[in-house]
């Protein structure tokens, strides 16, 4: 299969040559809290902290350098006096670090020399309400965010002003340009199926309100995967075309618990964009609203938890849970690997062998229903789409990765 690996490397400077040239090129405004040689120092502390486990245990947390020198007020936690950061101080500090949606911020601005500020809330995973409701990217805080996620495995997202690009190292090998989940043309796909939905039942919308619902709706999801991605544990979603006969799911998927109707996220998403937040009563029910949404994403992420995959059908209203895919078989089917956003370019045959049993059977029923997607999170966090093709083939794309998002404002 291929991907977006560079040469085999040695260690985690490979990270910092990768990130020099868009270092050295941003411009005053949006440069980093940091030295170059800091930055190396900090990848290099990382990457020996997150080889030291305890009772088996190894630590998972995110750092964040800011853009420019935003004042040390906006922390949710600061210290007393900057901490200076040692091999020894961050590993005895990791496990202090809240998980994510906070983070450690650190800066250097002298040479090598590191120190930790505090910590800072990065994310929301709470539904932000503002004249124009939703998940709201545009507050998303700028800056590098590094992620330790297991022995030797860093991510580094530089999410500065006009930049949004992922890099990873796990098992000594670099991989650049990973892709976020929501670019991919799989993820766009479903977010689009969720349109047509509201669409055919002749749901109003206004002048601005499609383009307000598809990123409810997209944040809603990408808030969805995050926590499973977070959890460690594995979590698998297949989304179901409406049209697909009641007969051949039954032979295909065995639901361990069957759903009665609840909340759809499109209906969800809709109501809460048709509350004008004007009077009291308004806001109220647009508190509702947004509540739903939150509640759904919770519900949903629980159910994802067991043995089995989480069904959805092209409203997003959950189907079923802990879901058992019949098909054992790759008998008849094409595997092929697809490029993540449009088109959907053919990049070749890839081996399915090399993934586990929630990967491999996402696959086999993407390919024998036709208009089904799914979206896998590995245990390591990894996350990967898949998508009937046609004349029984499936589309892989990843790994895929999840830029931090949905920032609260800051604080002044």
Same mark, same amino acid.
């Given at each position: 299969m291929a991907d977006r690996r560079g040469p085999r490397v040695t260690g985690p400077s490979s990270i910092v040559k990768a990130l020099r040239y868009e270092l050295t090129d941003a411009t005053e405004q949006h440069q980093i809290d940091a030295t170059e040689a800091a930055l190396r120092r900090l990848v290099e502390l990382l990457y020996e902290v997150s080889m030291q486990g305890e009772e088996g245990r190894f630590p998972r947390f995110l750092v964040h350098i800011r853009v420019g020198f935003e004042a040390d007020n906006s922390l949710d936690m600061g210290f007393d006096k900057p901490l200076?950061?040692?091999?020894?101080?961050?590993?005895?500090?990791?496990?202090?670090?809240?998980?994510?949606?906070?983070?450690?911020?650190?800066r250097g601005r002298k040479g090598r020399r590191l120190e930790a500020l505090g910590f800072e809330r990065v994310e929301s995973t709470r539904m932000i309400l503002t004249e124009e409701p939703s998940f709201s990217r545009t507050g998303t805080r700028s800056g590098l965010f590094l992620s330790v996620s297991g022995p030797g495995e860093l991510t580094v997202s530089d999410l500065r002003v006009g930049r949004r690009a992922i890099l990873r190292l796990r098992g000594l090998r670099l991989y650049s340009d990973v892709p976020d989940v929501t670019e991919t043309a799989t993820f766009s796909q479903i977010i689009g199926n969720a349109m047509s939905w509201a669409t055919k039942r002749k749901l109003p919308f206004q002048a601005e309100e499609p383009q307000r619902f598809r990123q409810v709706v997209q944040d809603a999801l990408a808030i969805l995967l995050g926590r499973a991605a977070e959890a460690a544990h594995g979590a698998a979603f297949l989304v179901l075309d409406d049209e697909l006969d009641g007969r051949d799911i039954d032979g295909e998927l065995a639901l361990g618990h069957r759903l009665r109707p609840s909340p759809r996220l499109a209906h969800c998403a809709w109501r809460l964009l048709r509350t004008p937040p004007r009077s009291e009563e308004? #806001?109220? $029910?647009?508190?509702?609203?947004?509540? /739903?949404?939150?509640d759904f994403v919770e519900l949903v992420f629980r159910l994802s938890q067991t043995d089995g995959c989480v069904v959805l059908d092209q409203s997003l209203q959950p189907v079923g849970f802990a879901t058992e895919i019949l098909s054992h078989s790759d008998s008849g089917i094409a595997w092929r690997e697809v490029a993540p956003r449009y088109p959907l370019t053919d990049l070749g045959p890839f081996?399915?062998?090399?993934?586990?049993? #929630?990967? $491999?059977?996402?696959?086999?029923?993407? /390919?024998?229903?036709?208009?089904?997607?799914?979206?896998?999170?590995?245990?390591?966090?990894?996350?990967?789409?898949?998508?009937?093709?046609?004349?029984?083939r499936v589309g892989i794309c990843g790994p895929l990765g999840l830029f931090p998002r949905h920032s609260p404002p800051t604080r002044t």
């Open positions: 200076p950061l040692s091999v020894e101080s961050l590993r005895k500090l990791a496990p202090a670090v809240p998980p994510r949606p906070f983070a450690l911020v650190v308004q #806001r109220s $029910r647009l508190h509702r609203e947004a509540q /739903a949404i939150d081996d399915p062998r090399q993934f586990g049993t #929630r990967h $491999r059977s996402a696959g086999r029923v993407c /390919a024998r229903l036709r208009g089904t997607r799914a979206l896998v999170v590995s245990q390591d966090g990894d996350i990967r789409a898949y998508e009937n093709l046609g004349e029984g």
